[in-house]
């Protein structure tokens, strides 16, 4: 079985530019004042709990992590719901990978799965892959081969390689 990504490989490496147009964090060159994952908790706190959407999100990565402040898996996930009820997919990624893996929260397939299925909804290559495998294994949603296989299109058709190799592993490519 295929367990998705962990949270902070898929949200800074994998999904990283979709996460950062949708949080507001800034495109291009880096602005005055501008967020990233290596501004200080010290400048992010304050900015988040204002409401900046990309602060909230770097918080989560922080404290999920370990970088910058102790590793706090739950506090990650506080930060990332925040922001993943504001509509940020990559936010939504990370809470159901957080479900799904039992970090920071009990493990809860069936809540992976609902978290993973709004951000696929969104477009979000890598919950798109993750809901497939739910799918695939039965994780949180009944077994059902042909969802697999869509949610394997959808991501592999936005350039996923590990949908498009496991699509590949079926037999099926991206027709």
Same mark, same amino acid.
């Not at 809540?111 to 290559?125: D, K």
């Given at each position: 079985m295929t367990r998705p990504i962990p949270i902070l490989?898929? +949200?800074m490496l994998a999904v990283q530019p979709p996460a950062a147009a949708q949080t507001g964090a800034p495109k291009g060159g880096a602005k005055p004042g501008a967020l990233s994952i290596d501004t200080p908790v010290q400048s992010l706190l304050p900015r988040a709990e204002a409401g900046d959407p990309a602060a909230m999100f770097y918080l989560g990565a922080k404290y999920s992590d370990g970088r910058g402040v102790p590793k706090d898996e739950a506090e990650g996930l506080r930060w990332y719901r925040k922001v993943a009820e504001r509509g940020n997919s990559g936010a939504m990624l990370n809470v159901g990978n957080s479900y799904y893996n039992g970090r920071g929260i009990a493990e809860d397939r069936v809540e992976a799965a609902r978290?993973?299925?709004l951000a696929a909804e969104r477009g979000h290559a890598g919950a798109m892959y993750n809901l497939a495998i739910?799918?695939?294994g039965g994780q949180g949603v009944e077994k059902d081969e042909t969802e697999a296989v869509k949610w394997f299109r959808a991501s +592999? +058709?936005?350039?996923n390689p590990r949908a498009m190799a496991a699509l590949n592993s079926r037999g099926l490519g991206l027709q």
């Amino acid at each position: 079985m295929t367990r998705p990504i962990p949270i902070l490989i898929l +949200a800074m490496l994998a999904v990283q530019p979709p996460a950062a147009a949708q949080t507001g964090a800034p495109k291009g060159g880096a602005k005055p004042g501008a967020l990233s994952i290596d501004t200080p908790v010290q400048s992010l706190l304050p900015r988040a709990e204002a409401g900046d959407p990309a602060a909230m999100f770097y918080l989560g990565a922080k404290y999920s992590d370990g970088r910058g402040v102790p590793k706090d898996e739950a506090e990650g996930l506080r930060w990332y719901r925040k922001v993943a009820e504001r509509g940020n997919s990559g936010a939504m990624l990370n809470v159901g990978n957080s479900y799904y893996n039992g970090r920071g929260i009990a493990e809860d397939r069936v809540e992976a799965a609902r978290w993973f299925r709004l951000a696929a909804e969104r477009g979000h290559a890598g919950a798109m892959y993750n809901l497939a495998i739910c799918y695939a294994g039965g994780q949180g949603v009944e077994k059902d081969e042909t969802e697999a296989v869509k949610w394997f299109r959808a991501s +592999a +058709a936005k350039g996923n390689p590990r949908a498009m190799a496991a699509l590949n592993s079926r037999g099926l490519g991206l027709q």
